[in-house]
Each structure stands twice: as C-alpha cells, then as structure tokens.
C-alpha cells in the first residue's frame, strides 16, 4: 500500500508508506477481523460483546465509576496483548 493518505472535508495528510493493515473496501477485510477477534469476547471482564463484521461492541457492567475504570484498563490490556498475540 504505498502512497496512500487520509482525506477529510478540511484536512488531507501527507502521503505515506502504510507498513500493515487491510486495504479499505477489501473484501477479506472483514473476515479478518473476525478472524482477530473472535476471541475477544472470551477475555472481556464484567461485560458483553457483540461481533459485526468489520466492527466491535462492548457494553461493560460496573457498580460504580472505579470499578468501570478498572474494567475497562483490564479490557483494554487484553486487547492490547492479543495484538501483541501474547494470549492465544
């Protein structure tokens, strides 16, 4: 994917070499995504997931803002290490 750029009604950024990622409008795209995060909803604390095919949601449960946060930062520390692919 080389030259490739992003562009908005006001803003255009420079052209620049994209090193990894699923080229827009592919047709695996969203089957790769799946692919990725098809495991997710195993590893989310103290919520729910729903899949869409090139899209995530997550609703989480908390009784009150600390523990929201703490279960977001440990969600968000999943998501993290499955990029890395630390948790198979």
């Given amino acids: 994917m080389e ?3 992003q562009v908005s009604e006001k803003f255009t950024s420079t052209l620049k070499e994209m090193k990894g990622g699923v080229p827009q409008g592919l047709v695996l795209g969203p089957v790769l995504f799946l692919l990725y995060a098809c ?5 989310i604390q103290r919520g729910r997931t729903t899949l869409f095919p ?7 449960e908390a009784t009150n803002a600390m523990f ?3 279960y977001m930062n440990h969600n968000c520390y999943v998501c993290l290490m499955m990029y890395m692919n630390c948790i198979s």
Avoid at 54 to 60: E, G, L, R, S, V
């Fill in 3 to 5: 030259n490739t750029s």
């Fill in 39 to 43: 495991k997710l909803p195993i590893y």
């Fill in 54 to 60: 090139d899209d995530m949601n997550t609703q989480i």
């Fill in 68 to 70: 929201f946060i703490l």
